[in-house]
């Protein structure tokens, strides 16, 4: 469950004043809720946003159950540091450096391609080439999962008439973090966001579409077992079956290399900051058809 705190708690960890904070929350500013009695609660979640949004120094964060800003906040220049941390299985310092750059604002988008994606990337080949062993790898998959778990409760619900997508990895693909790096993408752009799950047949998905009639779909391939199969079954299983009004947006690394006239989708993405790019093209009322 999320951790709520008092004005005076929080104005202590910020280094401000009690009536500062309340004069905060009063203008809407910092979101809180009252108590039977009328007292003003912050969820963590509302500390967190508005400090990403207002750039407010922390003066004691861990009262808040956030971390230090001591250290870099370039993704780049922290991906060795990372590695290191991951493969040694430091989880206490994998979750300090991946919350330190959110909490001073980084977007999602940022911390899954200038950091989490180079990383794992290089997690990758060190294990193709026998330098590192499964457990290294399953670990760190746990570790920055739990983390983006985490980051995940600190993002205000989608207003009740947010768009709605759906992520989703096909069949043999049980790759988590692109698909939980999608949802946060997705939810903090103001969209709502479904998880079908990862390792869904393509007319599992399909069917799921039909479920929940999204307006925007985001698949993920990390593993494909055989491209030319699987692009032609997305075209006919999935592309060629969506109504007009729904679009498809497909990334993750094993479609890199593939052409958009080959895979029928709106946007063969990247990264995560092309779907970000999207989004705002299409803004988040309706769905155009780009053909980006
Ligand atoms: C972790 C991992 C796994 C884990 C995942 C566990 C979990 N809980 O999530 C598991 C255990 C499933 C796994 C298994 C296997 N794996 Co693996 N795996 C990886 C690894 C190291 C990282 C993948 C990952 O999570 N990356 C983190 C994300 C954030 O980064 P990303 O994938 O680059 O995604 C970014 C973009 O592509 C983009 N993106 C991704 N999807 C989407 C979607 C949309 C819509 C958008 C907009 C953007 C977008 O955004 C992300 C952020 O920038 C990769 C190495 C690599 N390529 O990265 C190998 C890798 C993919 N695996 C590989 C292999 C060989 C396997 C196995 C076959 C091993 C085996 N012999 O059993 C099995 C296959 C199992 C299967 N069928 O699923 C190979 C694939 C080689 C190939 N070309 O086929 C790789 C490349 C490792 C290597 N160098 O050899 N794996």
Redo the contacts with the bound molecule.
């Keep these: 469950m999320e951790a709520v705190f008092t004005p005076r708690q929080v104005a202590t960890a910020l280094g401000v004043s009690e009536s500062t904070i309340k004069r905060w929350v009063d203008s809407g500013r910092l979101r809180a809720t009252k108590t039977l009695g009328g007292h003003r609660k912050l969820p963590q979640g509302a500390i967190v946003s508005f400090v990403r949004a207002t750039g407010q120094q922390i003066a004691d964060p861990e009262l808040l159950g956030l971390v230090a800003n001591a250290g870099s906040l370039d993704p780049e220049s922290l991906q060795d540091e990372l590695y290191d941390r991951l493969t040694d299985g430091d989880e206490p310092a994998v979750r300090g450096i991946m919350v330190r750059l959110y909490q001073n604002g980084l977007p999602i ?1 940022d911390l ?3 950091l ?3 990383v ?2 290089r ?3 060190q ?2 080439a026998g330098e590192l062993q ?1 457990h290294h ?2 670990r ?3 570790t ?2 739990a983390v983006l778990h985490e980051i995940r409760q600190w993002i205000a619900p989608p207003e009740p008439d947010a768009p709605l997508a759906l ?1 989703a ?1 096909p069949y ?8 939980w ?2 949802e946060l ?1 997705l939810l903090n752009a103001g969209w709502n966001a479904c998880a079908a799950g ?2 869904l047949p393509l007319d599992q998905i399909y069917n799921a579409v039909q479920l929940h009639r999204p307006r925007l779909i ?8 055989h491209l030319p199969t699987f692009v032609k079954e997305v075209n006919e299983v999935l592309a060629d079956e969506l109504s007009a009004n729904v679009s498809l ?6 479609v ?1 290399g593939v052409r958009t006239t080959e895979l029928r989708c709106d ?1 063969l ?4 900051a ?2 970000e790019l ?1 989004l705002a093209k299409i803004g988040n009322a309706g769905v155009a058809r780009v053909g980006v």
Excluded: K, N
Excluded at 269 to 272: F, G, N, Q, R
């Design positions: 988008a899954g391609d200038r989490l994606s180079p794992f990337r997690i990758g080949q294990w193709a499964m790898e399953r760190a998959c746990t920055v999962l992520c990895s043999t693909d049980y790759a988590q973090t692109p698909l790096l999608l993408t990862a390792g985001c698949l993920s391939a990390t593993h494909v077992p947006v497909i990334g993750g690394c094993a890199e946007l993405a990247s990264c995560l092309d779907l999207y």
